[in-house]
């Protein structure tokens, strides 16, 4: 069963799952797969930045992805004064497919690479401030869970990756920035003699004055041979820090 199959089936199972006896309009639920990401499938949520799931094949990826989605809405009517959207008639749709041709230095990558043809649209002003939102409920979900983390979670870590967790963090840090840098901002150095921290209240304080300006630009820049916008910026802001989010919390237990 291919992708596009299993979407269209699924979608039939879950509007059984959340059907009510009343008529509701049906949230379009745009998935854009990313085939190659460290040997696996990455779905994206084309209009939910910060939601994604990994898979191995199709199937895998895309049961995934629904199970992250409904997450990703509670994650968010949790943080969220009022509910930004009703999971309730869901209508999956694989929109856009990205496979890196073979050789290539994108085939090559760990790293999602994908350039949609969605990424091209302008932003509106409510999607930079929702991404702002989430970006900044991201950051404190982190810090409130290393505020109190024993040292033991800390050697856990380390011995684990041999990598320290305010090493992670600084790896956070400079990635986002290196995404902000990739759409050739004119950006003050990265202080990379700072500590960790220090590191990601700089990047964060960059984050937060650079979107506002976002809305409506059409924009696409090449940075060694990958395609970047303002859209697709968001979309891999909010994907690397909810990555390094899950990975120190898998570390630590």
Request: a negative charge.
């Amino acid at each position: 069963m291919d992708a596009h199959h299993f979407a269209r089936s699924f979608t039939s199972i879950l509007r059984l799952a959340f059907y009510k006896s009343h008529e509701t309009d049906k949230v379009l639920i745009r998935v854009g797969l990313e085939y190659g990401v460290g040997g696996r499938i990455l779905a994206w949520a084309l209009d939910f930045p910060g939601c994604f799931a990994y898979g191995q094949a199709d199937a895998e990826v895309m049961l995934n992805f629904a199970r992250n989605l409904l997450a990703y809405e509670a994650w968010i009517n949790l943080h969220a004064d009022q509910a930004w959207f009703n999971l309730i008639n869901l209508d999956f749709r694989i929109v856009e497919v990205f496979k890196p041709e073979n050789g290539s230095c994108m085939a090559r990558s760990s790293k999602p690479v994908a350039f949609f043809e969605d990424d091209r649209r302008a932003l509106r002003q409510d999607e930079v401030q929702h991404a702002l939102a989430v970006y900044s409920w991201q950051r404190e979900e982190l810090l409130a869970g290393l505020e109190f983390l024993p040292e033991a979670a800390y050697d856990r870590a380390e011995q684990r990756t041999g990598k320290t967790i305010p090493a992670m963090v600084s790896q956070m840090a400079q990635d986002c920035y290196d995404i902000l840098a990739a759409l050739k901002l004119p950006l003050p150095p990265f202080p990379t003699k700072n500590e960790a921290f220090a590191q990601l209240d700089f990047t964060t304080e960059l984050i937060r004055g650079t979107l506002p300006a976002w809305a409506g630009v059409e924009a696409i820049c090449e940075v060694s041979g990958e395609l970047w916008s303002p859209r697709k910026a968001i979309r891999h802001l909010l994907w690397r820090q909810r990555e390094g989010i899950e990975q120190i919390k898998a570390l630590v237990g």
